[in-house]
């Protein structure tokens, strides 16, 4: 019996193959019903193309049955500068972009991964306390059911009740930077009026401005003319300021109240550029008055090193997929794409019967190649807008001469 701590996306992912395989499992969340953990997740190619075999559909037709716009969930290749409207092609320093990522709603994702294991998440079972057993390991929960299993899955997420006990010195470390988000509807006339004229088919339209990042992403739509709406999440990000930044939260601080963004985010927002062009002017500059829930967010990464997750296996039988052993602030997609990655490796080693350590050497490097460069992009992505500007100049360069270069052959 393999015994699942945690139903999100990587727990859920993992009892799928499982439960496709045949091999016993149970899967538990403390939560007594599952609540939404965020609106839109880009999922890469690479990760769609493994996890269609498992659920035994199309790619179109999972594609638009995850898509967050109900349509294409079409990502953008561009940034565009918020008081200009001059478009920077994304892919000139953000590796890894593919025409067939989909820009997906987390919820129905979800829902569609784990299809007829949906049942059997046992909601309402936080976990009390674990050990080894001579058979492998024991869950204790706060109901007092106690469960046996041949290994323990923490897939409990970056605030893992699994990891904190047996690995309490790996903790996520605060990165220099800002992020606030929150959501607002249209209507679909307002939407057609107002913001289809400059987003057209894209659900995500990010924007660049002083070290700062304006995205607007569409994360839930119906287009029925009369009574739909498309739901919009829009991203606020900076790098943290020097010296005293009201914004910035550290992972050891748990008194902030992250679904109320302070006061000084709502100063920020009233400082941003009165010239804002459209659609970011309509969607920034009218937050407050709509009343958008916001979420700010801790930002942080995280990755357990190699051999204490071996020593874990082999003393306690516990093996960490998903957030529990490593987290970057999901601005790039990489840590969900990575935990869905985890969950299809482990069921893979389970399924062929071998040694545990064989996950982690298969996934490790990747991770490792993650966390040393999901910060640096962070960075990259929040330039000074002296360096956008040089950019733009060099791009605008770049295509003049390649029109040249065009006309000359021509002739």
Not at 185 to 203: N, S, Y
Not at 363 to 374: T, V
Request: hydrophobic share 40%; aromatic share 10%.
């Amino acid at each position: 019996m393999i015994l699942i701590i945690g139903a999100g996306m990587a727990g859920v992912t993992l009892a799928r193959h499982l439960d496709s395989r045949g091999i016993p499992f149970r899967i538990f969340e403390q939560q007594t019903e599952f609540k939404n953990q965020g609106f839109g997740l880009t999922l890469r190619a690479d990760t769609t193309q493994k996890l269609l075999p498992l659920l035994g559909l199309q790619e179109d037709a999972f594609g638009k049955s995850v898509a967050v716009d109900r349509r294409t969930g079409k990502t953008n290749t561009f940034l565009v500068d918020v008081e200009t409207g001059a478009r920077f092609a994304a892919a000139s320093f953000k590796e890894g972009a593919s025409a067939r990522d989909w820009r997906t709603n987390r919820e129905r994702l979800r829902g569609v991964i784990m299809g007829g294991v949906a049942g059997r998440v046992e909601y309402g079972c936080k976990m009390a306390s674990f050990g080894s057993t001579a058979e492998g390991v024991r869950v204790v929960f706060e109901n007092g059911m106690e469960v046996d299993g041949r290994i323990l899955v923490a897939a409990d997420g970056v605030h893992s009740d699994i990891r904190s006990t047996l690995l309490p010195r790996c903790v996520p470390r605060d990165w220099d930077g800002v992020m606030l988000n929150g959501t607002c509807r249209f209507g679909v006339a307002e939407w057609e009026e107002k913001m289809a004229p400059h987003v057209g088919d894209a659900a995500v339209y990010p924007g660049f401005a002083d070290q700062t990042v304006l995205a607007i992403t569409i994360y839930d739509a119906d287009w029925d003319p009369v009574g739909g709406f498309v739901d919009v999440s829009w991203g606020y990000s900076r790098r943290r300021r020097v010296g005293h930044d009201a914004l910035f939260v550290r992972y050891a601080d748990r008194g902030f109240d992250k679904a109320s963004a302070p006061a000084a985010f709502w100063d920020e927002i009233a400082a941003l550029p009165e010239g804002l062009v459209e659609p970011f002017r309509t969607v920034f500059k009218g937050m407050k008055e709509r009343g958008d829930r916001t979420i700010h967010h801790q930002l942080v990464s995280l990755l357990v090193p190699k051999d204490e997750l071996l020593s874990k296996l082999q003393s306690d039988r516990v093996v960490f997929i998903g957030d529990a052993v490593h987290d970057w602030s999901n601005h790039a997609g990489t840590a969900a794409n990575a935990a869905i990655q985890d969950a299809l490796a482990l069921g893979e080693v389970l399924e062929r019967g071998e040694e545990l350590e064989a996950y982690y050497e298969e996934r490790y490097s990747a991770w490792l190649s993650s966390y040393e460069k999901n910060g640096e992009d962070f960075q990259v992505l929040h330039r000074p807008i002296g360096e956008w500007k040089s950019l733009l100049d060099q791009q605008k360069s770049d295509r003049e001469e390649v029109e040249v270069k065009r006309n000359v052959a021509q002739l």
